[in-house]
């Protein structure tokens, strides 16, 4: 009898895979997706660790801001800077006096100008020696409380001798009364020189002093208040964790590397990269 040898059977060859251009496509993109996911969530992590040490220390800046008074110095200085910019004011309408007016008037435009910019020399005086006076409380408190970013550039001075935080304070306070004062004295100095204003022939330049005539009224009207603002002024009034977010998100100002203080607010930062992209995007159309 025959023997039946098995025979095993066929094994068909495995294919070749063959790497096509879109293969390539595919690998190049999906790889550099890959690594673009990674890189994101990295710099997601970066910036969570970073953010978290950022609004703790805009916190405690924001506290020493209150603490040092350089809060209550800045109330001042929110009037003396609305009277700087009703003296810039008036140096616009200046430029419609020169080529619609007489040298005449022009000269008593000029002379209304000048005491009217001279009538806020003692709150401009009176908000600088504050101002010194607060900077060098909040480097002193700064130093003691380790704070190389608010040392200030004085260092020696802020460590040499203790700082009476309780009678700078105190001193600080007292200038409540003397801006009482210097404002009503102010106020009555620029009334007197609104009841004898320039006399302008064009239509379009006794327009322009009229609308700021209006500005310095209103100015006028607020200066009482912000002497209540100084007589309610706490120092002592705590200051909430979530300020340092909230002024972060809604903030105006982007203020940094200051001499008087930092301010992070994204509005700035997020209008200016809105302004590039639409600059971006008109120039690429």
Known sequence: MAEVVATSPLVAPR???RWRADDFIKAFFGSNALIAI????????????????FFGQNLRNIRLYRRAGLEYVDIMRDAANAHAALSRGLNLTRK???????????ARFDQFSTAFSDSADDLNGLVSD??????????????????????????????????NEG??????????????AISSTMAEKIRGL????PAFENT?????FDNWSKRVANYLAILPGTTKKLETWDRDAPVPAYRAVTGFLFGRDW???????????????????????????VIAV
């Open 15 to 17: 294919p070749v895979r």
């Open 38 to 53: 990674v890189v994101l969530g990295l710099i997601t992590i970066f910036l969570f660790r970073e953010g978290f040490g």
């Open 96 to 106: 419609s006096v020169e080529t619609t007016e007489s040298a005449e008037t022009l």
């Open 130 to 163: 504050a101002g010194e006076k607060a900077v060098a409380l909040r480097d002193a408190l700064a130093f003691q409380a380790g704070d190389v970013d608010r040392r200030g550039e004085n260092e020696e001075r802020a460590g040499a001798a203790p700082v």
């Open 167 to 180: 009678a700078t304070i105190s001193a600080l306070r007292a200038n409540t009364a003397t801006f009482a």
């Open 194 to 197: 609104l009841k004898t204003p």
């Open 204 to 208: 379009k330049t006794k327009r322009l």
């Open 255 to 281: 203020i940094t590397a200051s001499f008087w203080q930092d301010w992070y607010g994204i509005i700035p930062l997020l209008v200016g990269s809105i302004m590039v992209s639409i600059v971006a995007l």
